[in-house]
């Protein structure tokens, strides 16, 4: 009874509050559009309303204040005009869903209990005295997060706030209208998580902010750490929190943190379009997205042909056979070594004294400043100035023996012979800027001569022709040369008089001379191999995928131009793949930035992984146990239990993972004799999948080459609106996807087809993880087919968990 009291009750205040949105909505449109013509015309208008003139000290002054103040004016008007937009954006959000939880707190010391409304905006009554709605990332709407009904607390940069909790009430309302509405004695009660849960996949990730989970909170209100390390099981949520602490941390700090100083680094281009609706819907503006890839490619500058960590993958999931694959796996996992990168940085100090590489700067046939002369001058300078600044003195020394050069130059016979063959146009051009400079100078001369009564006024007569055309001449060499000359001169001012390819080169000659340049002593076995096939890479101006962060590295510490100061906040999803050196590497190039590194161990598909969950791990250590953070998810929250506990059951070492109650169909397995037979059955589960109404559906291979086969078998059985994805896709779409299973790594589907979960394709220790990887995609349904022997990670699983098939 109480309960429908409540509802009466709550249906009213929901129509109070939603008249109260219309009201301001109704307020706000003519002013947003007032504004936004203000501003166009503003724009409009910009110079009509100037006053233009120079011709005066006085005047020109006048001119710069009018300038300013119609800036000042635009500049305000553009303020206000965003402001409202951005809550009259807040209002529209509101109105299909006003709030989505209430907490009632009493503050202790005071009788009075407040009911604390919460959802996407904030939202005063007319008077602007009180809230009818708090935005979800108040301090006191923390509270709903992390307390169940009793005593709680919240922080205020006055401090903290005990009281009690009286009620936590959960809502469901849609298109304005209250679904449901049930009081919870739990952090957040399961009914709504699982609704939330039990909902098919989108093309797009959601927000959670009515579900926040208490540890996911913690991740997202995090402001003290330097680096923050979340270790969670596949589907505890971490990308979802990440992308809620960056709404959180917008609105927290809006007067002086912008969404282009927060970067995303995603695991590849699909990602970065499946969570980009999720800022968005939270009233914020994307946060800057990239891939570790795309980093790198821009930064190499097209020097180099880089190699992208998928065809890495491609390797070292196909080439096991090959004679090459021990010593390149080896090398992988040295060079995303720290003892690589400490022995980089001895590399460092010992070029400061000697073994630099220079190009020679070469003009025609000749070479103007050979690498020895340049060699013997940086090393002039003092050895205690840094190797970078070393850098800029030559390269200034450079620029200043190029126009020596270049005055010289203007004699040689090359150069007369070029004025020879010069078009009438540039001779035209020429006489042009000799007689503007005679103007010049005899408007000089004029203005003298009013003080000096001796000199001889003369216009180009006999004598100063002969001079004219002598001029022409001296001028057209002077433009010959420096043609010639300027392009020298970019070259140097972009450094490109430094060796970095022989830098790099020379630190795989062999062991000795490694050990001596870098003071490292321990190498793997196989690193004669190693050299010679880094040589050979690099001697076709090319570069393997690891050898990208630290050739960059040797770079930066040489040039050390490359920070990026404005940035505050870097996200790296998908953290287990990145090795201990490229976070060197990050945290180099993001001094000022703090660190949220979202990952999963048992995920770790790349060879160059990094442990997150060990206290131990390179991670702590790169900023310190003091500034750093680690928190464990294991609740998950995507799959079904029956999926999560086959998947956790891949794990023999047994992942933390604890699976959210909700209830679903067991992994089916299912045995085909041939590829054939196993694509005719595939067809027909995917026609039945589709016709349940599942919107998203994955075949996921291990390799492009599979998902390519996959494709191709499955087209000809009839299967339509498949698509293939590749790593050049860019958009993540409903419908059925056939995808390798390094690109479907971050990604969920109602539905996952295992394309082949053999012995012959998940066969090695080593693939475990990323089968593991490729099961945990799913959300309700998961599906495994093989032709011939099931992969032995199978083996031991609870056979009481398997529906299995047999087809002829
Ligand atoms: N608190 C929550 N409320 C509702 N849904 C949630 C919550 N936390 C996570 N989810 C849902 O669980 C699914 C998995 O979340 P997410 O992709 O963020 O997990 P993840 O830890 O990044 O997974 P993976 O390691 O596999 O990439 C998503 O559908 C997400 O919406």
Redesign the pocket.
């Known amino acids: 009874m109480a309960n429908e009291i409540n509802r009466v009750e709550e249906q009213a205040r929901l129509e109070r509050v939603k008249m109260r949105i219309q009201a301001s909505i109704a307020e706000l449109e003519p002013e947003v559009s007032g504004l936004r013509s203000q501003v166009t015309d503003i724009r409009k208008r910009f110079w009509e309303d100037v006053t233009l003139n120079t011709s005066t000290h006085e005047d020109f002054e006048e001119t710069f204040y009018s300038i300013k103040q119609q800036e000042a004016l635009l500049s305000e008007r553009e303020r206000s005009h965003l402001k409202r937009l951005q809550r009259l954006n807040g209002m529209k959000r509101l109105l299909p869903s006003p709030y989505f939880g209430r907490i009632d707190f009493t503050e202790q010391g005071t009788k009075e209990s407040e009911a604390v409304y919460i959802g996407v905006a904030s939202l005063t009554d007319e008077e602007e005295l009180s809230f009818l709605v708090y935005d979800w990332r108040t301090p006191i709407a923390s509270m709903y997060y992390d307390f169940m009904p009793g005593p709680a607390h919240y922080d205020t940069p006055g401090g903290r706030i005990d009281g009690e909790m009286t009620l936590k009430r959960q809502y469901q309302i849609r298109d304005g209208e209250l679904r449901h509405v049930f009081d919870t004695s739990m952090t ?1 009660g399961d009914e709504l ?1 699982q609704q ?2 039990g909902q098919g ?1 989108d093309a797009q ?2 927000s ?1 902010v009515a ?3 208490r540890e ?1 909170n913690a991740i997202i209100r995090d402001e003290t750490s330097r680096m923050l390390i979340v270790q ?10 990440a992308l809620q602490r960056a709404a959180y941390l917008l609105y927290r700090n809006r007067d002086k943190l912008r969404a282009d100083q927060l970067v995303l680094f995603s695991p590849n281009g699909m990602f970065n379009s499946y969570v980009a609706a999720v800022l968005p819907e939270l009233g914020e503006e994307n946060m800057q997205q990239t891939t570790f890839q795309e980093y790198l490619s821009y930064w190499l500058e097209g020097s180099l042909a880089l190699e992208d960590p998928f065809e890495q993958m491609e390797f070292v999931l196909t080439a096991p056979q090959t004679p090459d694959y021990e010593a390149r796996m080896a090398g992988i996992a040295y060079k995303a070594s720290e003892r690589f990168l400490h022995a980089l940085q001895q590399y460092a100090l010992w070029l400061g004294k000697e073994g630099m590489r220079f190009v020679p700067i070469r003009f025609q046939d000749r070479e103007l400043i050979s690498a020895a002369r340049m060699r013997e001058q940086f090393y002039s300078y003092d050895p205690n100035v840094r190797l970078a600044n070393r850098v800029i003195l030559l390269r200034d020394w450079l620029l200043k023996e190029l126009s020596r050069w270049e005055r010289r130059e203007r004699e040689a016979d090359w150069v007369q012979d070029e004025v020879n063959y010069l078009d009438p146009e540039s001779y035209d051009e020429a006489y042009r800027t000799v007689l503007r400079k005679y103007r010049r100078e005899e408007a000089v001369f004029e203005f003298t001569d009013q003080y000096d009564g001796d000199r001889r006024n003369q216009g180009p007569g006999e004598e100063s022709l002969f001079d004219f055309a002598d001029q022409e001449e001296e001028l057209l060499r002077e433009m010959i040369v420096k043609a010639h000359a300027e392009p020298l001169k970019r070259e140097v001012k972009r450094l490109h008089f430094i060796d970095f390819i022989g830098l790099y080169v020379q630190l795989f000659e062999d062991e000795g001379a490694f050990s001596r340049m870098t003071g490292e002593t321990e190498v793997p076995a196989s690193w004669p191999e190693i050299c010679r096939q880094t040589q050979e890479k690099l001697n076709g101006k090319q570069l393997f995928y690891e050898d990208a962060t630290p050739y960059l590295y040797v770079k930066e510490l040489i040039e050390g131009t490359r920070i990026n100061t404005e940035v505050r906040h870097v996200f790296v ?2 953290g287990q793949d990145y090795s201990p050196f490229q976070y060197a590497f990050l945290k180099k190039l993001f001094p000022r930035a703090r660190m949220t590194v ?1 990952g ?1 161990f048992n ?1 770790a598909i790349f060879a160059q992984a990094t442990n997150l969950q060990e206290e131990a791990s390179p991670l702590v250590r790169l900023y310190g146990e003091e500034e750093t953070r680690l928190i464990r ?1 294991v609740r998950s ?2 799959s079904t239990q029956e999926i999560v506990s086959f998947t956790k059951s891949l794990l023999p070492w047994g992942g933390d993972i604890v699976p959210f109650e909700r209830s679903g169909e067991k992994p089916r397995f299912l045995q085909a004799s041939s590829s054939a037979a196993r694509a005719a059955r595939m067809a027909g589960d995917l026609a039945a999948l589709t016709a349940e109404g599942l919107g998203s559906v994955a075949v996921i291979t291990k390799t492009a080459a599979e998902a390519s086969e996959a494709y191709g078998l499955l087209l000809e059985q009839g299967c339509e609106s498949l698509r293939l994805i590749t790593k050049e896709t860019l958009s993540f779409e409903k419908g059925i996807a056939v995808i390798p299973s390094y690109l479907a ?2 990604v ?1 589907f109602d539905a996952v087809l295992v394309y082949d979960a053999s012995s012959a394709v998940y066969g090695r220790e080593s693939e475990r993880k990323l089968f593991y990887t490729v099961c ?2 799913a ?1 309700h349904k998961l599906l495994l087919y093989a032709v011939g022997e099931w992969t032995p990670f199978i083996d031991g699983i609870d056979r009481g968990l398997q529906n299995m098939v047999e087809l002829s």
């Open positions: 957040i998580l939330a849960l996949a990730m959601k959670i579900t926040i989970q996911q969670g099981a596949a589907g505890s949520g971490k990308t979802s929190a999803d998908e979202l999963d995920q998810l929250y995507r790594k971050g969920e945990t995609r959300m």
